[in-house]
Structures are given as structure tokens and as C-alpha cells.
């Protein structure tokens, strides 16, 4: 309102106009402060939702690391289980036992079958005796044996040879095992290798039985029927080179001139 106004105005007139003004600024007033505590409230409540989520988002914190922990210690314990420490192999022991217990005891040291250079070795199958040269040097035992032919049998390897008979010039038994392997032989003399048919085959040293692999061998120009090689005399026998013939076969293997009975039978 102009000043030129108010001047023109009564006492009365100009008290109700100044009275009008100040009704408006209060009602201004009294809006923001009602806006102000109504921001405070909003504040407050807010802040306390901010802080239960927090607790919230701790517990479930609290809870993962917990259940993660227990996960862990059950898959390390699964896993202790089911994975053993590695241990190393035992070495195959041969297959051996005492020929009899009426028998005298061999000579043995610290539980090792003494033996000589030469030795009596009896073949379970066919049933006959030769004599052997035990020799440090060879790694397979090998057996005299003629016409070795392969042939199948049921689906499986097998071999037919020929051994010499005890006591006789030329005559031979023919015997069939299964074939346990081939060895390939490198002569000293020869440029080419030859292979060998390998068997397996029981025998008796002295009051020893075993069963060991032999290699199938034409011996006919060499001294002896028979070579004890390392695989028979590893862990189990002990070599006295200045005895022959340590060892004594029980009486129902022993033979005269190394003929046994069915040797004998063989030649009638």
C-alpha cells in the first residue's frame, strides 16, 4: 500500500490494515516450523530402520562366515577320508613253502635257503629231477625245452614245448602251460634279438617249493638242463659258490642219476 495511502487512512482503519499483515507473517511462521519438525521425525525414523538394517546385514554376515566355516571343516574331513596317504608297494613275494615237515630242514641263513653253484631242482610237472646251475648274472631262470609252438586255448595264450627225459639220450616229454610272456633275448653273439616264450612252472630245491617264471630255451649244447637265475634267489635264497649241491630233496623227489620214477615210467 502507498505511503500516500496510509496517510489518508483513519487510526482504526490503518491499526486493522497493519493487524492484517502480521496475521499473514505468523501463519508463514508457524507452516515452516510444522514442515521442520516433520523433517526431524522422518529423519529419526529412518535413522533407526538404517541402523536395524545394519544389525541385520551383521547377523547375516555372522551367519554366512559361520556356515561357511562348518563347510569347510566337513569338506576337509570328507576329504581326509577319502584320500589315504600314498604308500609304497610291497615287493611281490614268491609263491613258496616247505616241501614236507618230515623232511630235515635245508640249510638256512637268517630264513634264506643256502644253496650251491650246482643244485638238484625237481619239476613238479612232469615229475622230474635235473640238475641246475645257479647263476647270479641271469635275471629269468630258464628250462631246456624243444619245438616250442604257440597255439590258443579258450581265448587265452598258450604254448606246447618239448623237455628233455632224466637219463635218457633223446627222448622228451611234451608239456602245455600258459604263456605268462614273451622275453626278448639279445645275444652277444648275434646282431638280432630273439623272443622267448616265458612260463611258469613249480618246482622243489631242496625242502623248498616255489613257483617262478622260466624262459623256454634250446639248452641241448650247453652243461646243464636248468639255469637258477635271480628271479628264484632274490629274497629268498642265499648263494654259497663254494658248495655244490647244498640242498637235499625230499625222498619223494629224490632220484637216482636225477631220474625219478615217472622219468622212468616214460621210458618203458
Known sequence: ??????????????????????????????????????????????????????????????????????????????????????????????????????????????????????????????GFTYEARVDTGAETSSLDARNVTYFERNGEDWVRFDVPVPGTKDKLKTLERPLSRNARIIQASADDSERRAVVELQFAIGDHLQKAEFTLSNRKALSNTVLIGRNILRDVMLVDVGKEFATKLPAKFSSRGGQTQTAKDAQQ
Open 1 to 126: 500500500m502507498p505511503m500516500r495511502a496510509l496517510r489518508t487512512l483513519t487510526p482504526l482503519a490503518l491499526a486493522t490494515a497493519v493487524g492484517m499483515l502480521l496475521a499473514g507473517c505468523s501463519g508463514s511462521l508457524l507452516v515452516k516450523q510444522d514442515d521442520l519438525n516433520t523433517l526431524k521425525q522422518t529423519e529419526t525414523v529412518q535413522t533407526g530402520e538404517l541402523r536395524q538394517l545394519s544389525e541385520d546385514l551383521k547377523a547375516h554376515h555372522r551367519g554366512m562366515v559361520r556356515n561357511n566355516n562348518e563347510n569347510t571343516r566337513a569338506l576337509i574331513e570328507t576329504i581326509r577320508e577319502q584320500i589315504k596317504p600314498p604308500s609304497c608297494p610291497k615287493r611281490p613275494q614268491p609263491v613258496c613253502s616247505a616241501a614236507s615237515s618230515n623232511t630235515p630242514s635245508s640249510p638256512r641263513l637268517q630264513g634264506m635257503l643256502v644253496v650251491g653253484q650246482l643244485e638238484k631242482v625237481h619239476f613238479l610237472e612232469p
